[in-house]
């Protein structure tokens, strides 16, 4: 009987004992309601101007300032009719690093499809693509500048987007290298600056040791796939606004040499 009552009484301390030991492991527990953070409105000694709250990193727009509907980010205006209309007119002035800009996206993105002098007889299209807008002609030169800024946020025909490729300030500057683009392809002599000298095209790629057909104008291959009329009863892809269509491009079937594209 007694020998029970000490067995009993010994199991009971070992419980006490236990519990004691949590209880002094839970105070001494560092969750992450006890960890180091910064709270708001107070000092830190973390950072050199002793401020927890950090300034907002350069040009961070908050929710619901974006202005998505504007021009910048859209290329068009509403215009008196109602109708969303392509301006020829850039949101930001057109300094030498935009052009750089420009011309460095242009060639990563456009380059494949339009060329480097953008006549649209770029690679792919000597590998059986349709020939891509020729952005030389008169259809394209006429286009106002935020046209390229549209169809380069929505696509145009066969075209895909490239809103994830290109932010709107890089798109921008592409638009704007074409336009320059453009006038470096059908400038005259008397575009030229009094005093500046202009050199033949054949003697500059003589001397960075390019073959002759470097300076040769570029033709259209016979492989490459006619780009017909959508058919209405098919759907139309998203397109940017209505345009006149380009000239139609004929590509003899018999003969191998193509014609020039100008």
Not at 182 to 199: C, F, I, K, Y
């Amino acid at each position: 009987m007694q020998r029970s009552r000490l067995k009993s009484i010994s199991r009971y301390g070992w419980l006490i004992a236990g519990s004691a030991a949590l209880l002094l492991a839970a105070g001494c527990r560092q969750d992450m309601q006890d960890q180091p953070k910064i709270f708001p409105q107070r000092g830190s000694e973390m950072f050199a101007d002793h401020r927890g709250a950090r300034p907002q990193v350069l040009h961070t727009v908050a929710r619901g300032q974006l202005e998505a509907e504007s021009y910048f980010n859209t290329g068009v205006v509403v215009g008196a009719n109602g109708y969303r209309e392509e301006q020829n007119l850039m949101p930001f002035p057109v300094t030498i690093d935009v052009l750089r800009r420009g011309q460095e996206r242009f060639n990563i993105y456009c380059t494949p499809c339009h060329s480097r002098v953008g006549n649209g007889l770029g690679e792919i299209v000597e590998r059986g693509y349709k020939p891509a807008a020729n952005l030389q002609d008169q259809v394209r030169q006429a286009q106002p500048v935020s046209h390229y800024f549209y169809v380069m946020t929505h696509g145009y025909g066969a075209m895909p987007d490239y809103s994830a490729q290109l932010t709107p300030v890089d798109r921008w500057a592409v638009a704007a290298y074409i336009r320059a683009l453009q006038l470096s392809q059908n400038a005259t002599q008397a575009d030229v600056p009094s005093g500046n000298q202009v050199r033949n095209l054949k003697d500059i790629a003589a001397e960075e040791h390019l073959p002759a057909s470097y300076a040769q104008p570029w033709t259209l291959p016979a492989t490459a796939v006619q780009a017909y009329p959508p058919i209405t009863k098919e759907g139309a892809p998203g397109m940017a606004p209505a345009n006149p269509a380009d000239p139609m491009i004929k590509i003899p079937a018999s003969n191998p040499a193509a014609p020039v594209v100008k």
